[in-house]
């Protein structure tokens, strides 16, 4: 069973460009989280797609957006990036639960470092 | 989602038992306690969930309280691999986004 995987691992971008951030979720899960972790802080959410409809979405401006396909990976698009963009970006996939079976445990993948200079 | 409170870090022995701490005195009836830990440089990795029960897997054990406002994480035999930061996290069954707060720096010596 192949986890979850992200691409690239690491990028540079200078201040004004814009970045597409990649997932591939891990078998048999159909919802997908991108998360947000600046240095020496825990993960904040971004957003959530669940069968490429956003199901949910973090405090985060919409320069921040985002792609699910019909084989369930993912892509993060930042535009006009700023210098305070710069952290890791993690996905996250999880299998969808039947109501009243509790939330999703979610699956993370290595996550992307982006750097704006 | 309750606010949890976690100690900023905590150190333990190799081979002995590391008992992690958490408060979520707000917790409501439908909200799931979850643990998740960070290894440096890795993304987050589920370790377990409970209810209202205590819990056991093959990573750890978790202990709520009766009043569920208080939760303990036990890894039995911390190894120096164990070493990462913890985070505590409260979530009702419906919840789509996992939030996290500062954890617990657990450092695993020999």
């Known amino acids: 069973e192949t986890g979850v995987t992200q691409s690239p691992t690491h990028l540079i971008k200078t201040r004004g460009q814009q970045v597409t951030l990649r997932c591939s979720s891990q078998?048999?899960?159909?919802?997908v989280s991108w998360y947000q972790q600046a240095l020496g802080q825990g993960p904040q959410f971004i957003f959530q797609?669940?069968?490429?409809?956003?199901?949910g979405r973090g405090n985060f401006p919409p320069r921040f957006s985002g792609l699910q396909f019909p084989n369930y990976s993912s892509e993060l698009n930042v535009n006009a990036l700023e210098l305070d963009d710069s952290a890791l970006y993690l996905c996250?996939?999880?299998?969808?639960?039947?109501?009243?079976?509790?939330?999703?445990?979610?699956?993370f993948g290595p996550g992307t470092r982006l750097t704006v200079l | 989602d309750a606010k949890t409170t976690q100690p900023t870090s905590m150190d333990c022995a190799e081979g002995r038992a590391a008992n992690l701490p958490c408060n979520h005195s707000?917790?409501?009836?439908?909200?799931?306690v979850y643990w998740y830990r960070q290894i440096h440089s890795q993304g987050p990795q589920y370790i377990i969930h409970?209810?209202?029960n205590n819990e056991t897997n093959e990573m750890a054990s978790l202990i709520i309280t009766e009043d569920r406002k208080s939760s303990t994480l036990i890894l039995p035999h911390a190894t120096l691999r164990d070493t990462a930061v913890y985070y505590c996290?409260?979530?009702?069954?419906?919840?789509?986004?996992?939030?996290f707060g500062t954890g617990t720096r657990l450092q695993v010596t020999l």
């Open positions: 996250a996939s999880s299998p969808r639960k039947g109501s009243g079976q509790g939330p999703n445990e979610q699956f």
């Open positions: 707000t917790i409501s009836g439908n909200e799931y």
């Open positions: 409970g209810l209202k």
């Open positions: 996290i409260v979530l009702t069954g419906t919840a789509s986004k996992l939030t």
């Open positions: 078998s048999g899960h159909n919802t």
């Open positions: 797609y669940y069968r490429e409809e956003e199901n």
